[in-house]
């Protein structure tokens, strides 16, 4: 029950020193008048006072206007900034990096993105029939490209392609994909 009483001289001598700071910051600056006017006879009845006129004053002459001084921090930190939440996220080094704008046809598009329809066989090479995002059908031989792959081998009713990864060390991850017509 100490600990009170010990700052309350302190606070009580900081409330007035604002208050009073307030109170010297609000008063009005005495002016005198240009001419004295002549004292009315006071009567019992006073009559009402004349409305005081009011002056419009503009921003700039007012002196409240910005004077286009600027705060320079000189490589100062702002201390009302939360430190972390000004860290910068670090991107993993094994992340998958951005190839670009994909080329338009079969080319640009990602292999997870096609679907495979069917294979025909002619002249003893089997060839693959692809849907792509565009609605159209492509028909793709081995080592065709992909926007992120090739296709690998093509056998009966079955297709192998190839998911390739570029990663940010430099490394290139290659997982192989089997699509087939029927599952088994």
Do not use: H
């Not at 006017?37 to 009402?48: E, L, Q, V």
């Not at 002056?55 to 100062?76: C, I």
């Not at 990663?167 to 087939?180: A, H, L, N, Y």
Request: aromatic letters at 8%.
């Amino acid at each position: 029950m100490r600990a009170p009483n010990r700052y309350r001289g302190w606070t009580l001598s900081a409330c007035l020193m604002l208050a009073a700071a307030g109170v010297s910051a609000q008063t009005p600056e005495k002016k005198t008048p240009a001419k004295a006017a002549p004292a009315a006879p006071t009567t019992a009845a006073a009559a009402p006072a004349p409305a005081t006129k009011m002056k419009v004053v503009k921003v700039e002459e007012s002196g409240l206007a910005p004077t286009g001084q600027r705060y320079e921090s000189e490589s100062k930190k702002d201390p009302f900034l939360n430190p972390l939440g000004l860290k910068k996220p670090e991107a993993p080094l094994d992340g998958e990096i951005d190839r670009g704008t994909p080329p338009p046809g079969i080319a640009g598009m990602l292999v997870g993105q096609v679907a495979f329809l069917g294979t025909s066989m002619r002249d003893g090479s089997f060839t693959a029939v692809f849907r792509g995002t565009d609605k159209r059908f492509y028909f793709l031989r081995e080592n065709d490209r992909f926007f992120d792959g090739f296709l690998k081998k093509i056998q009966g009713d079955s297709v192998v392609v190839v998911r390739e990864k570029r990663m940010r060390s430099g490394k290139v991850e290659t997982e192989e994909i089997t699509r087939q017509l029927r599952t088994p």
